[in-house]
């Protein structure tokens, strides 16, 4: 199962130099890396990120995090991927752009 994780361009260019990405602010803050699986991407992006261009979908594999992914009630009552380490790049499926639309982020899952 994939689970993924939006970035600004920046915190992708600085996970692609510095090899592991520790977390955006947000991870920093509460202790864990957030992300979504494909059925909550969308709502997180708008959540989020509303109206933000440069964002990134980051796609990772869930089973590679074993015990550091922990599924946790989060918005809705639904269950969030929320991984407790950090993660290097060369875990990275694959990452694309995620363009601004109408005021909409498209997700290309592929």
Same mark, same amino acid.
């Given at each position: 199962? $994939? #689970?993924?994780?939006? =970035?600004? &361009? *920046?915190?992708?260019?600085?996970?692609?130099?510095?090899?592991?990405?520790? /977390?955006?602010?947000?991870?920093?803050?509460?202790?864990?890396?957030?992300?979504?699986?494909?059925?909550?991407?969308?709502?997180?992006?708008?959540?989020?990120?509303?109206?933000?261009?440069? $964002? #990134?979908?980051?796609? =990772?594999? &869930? *089973?590679?995090?074993?015990?550091?992914?922990?599924?946790?009630?989060?918005? /809705?009552?639904?269950?969030?991927?929320?991984?407790?380490?950090?993660?290097?790049?060369?875990?990275?499926?694959?990452?694309?752009?995620?363009?601004?639309?109408?005021?909409?982020?498209?997700?290309?899952?592929?």
């Amino acid at each position: 199962m $994939l #689970i993924y994780k939006i =970035l600004t &361009a *920046d915190q992708w260019a600085a996970w692609q130099s510095g090899g592991t990405f520790t /977390g955006a602010p947000v991870d920093l803050a509460d202790g864990y890396i957030h992300t979504s699986t494909a059925a909550q991407a969308q709502e997180t992006a708008a959540k989020h990120f509303a109206g933000q261009g440069g $964002l #990134i979908l980051v796609a =990772l594999d &869930a *089973d590679r995090f074993g015990d550091a992914l922990k599924w946790e009630v989060s918005r /809705g009552d639904a269950l969030f991927p929320h991984v407790f380490r950090d993660i290097a790049l060369s875990e990275v499926i694959w990452a694309r752009p995620m363009p601004l639309v109408d005021g909409k982020h498209v997700l290309d899952f592929g």
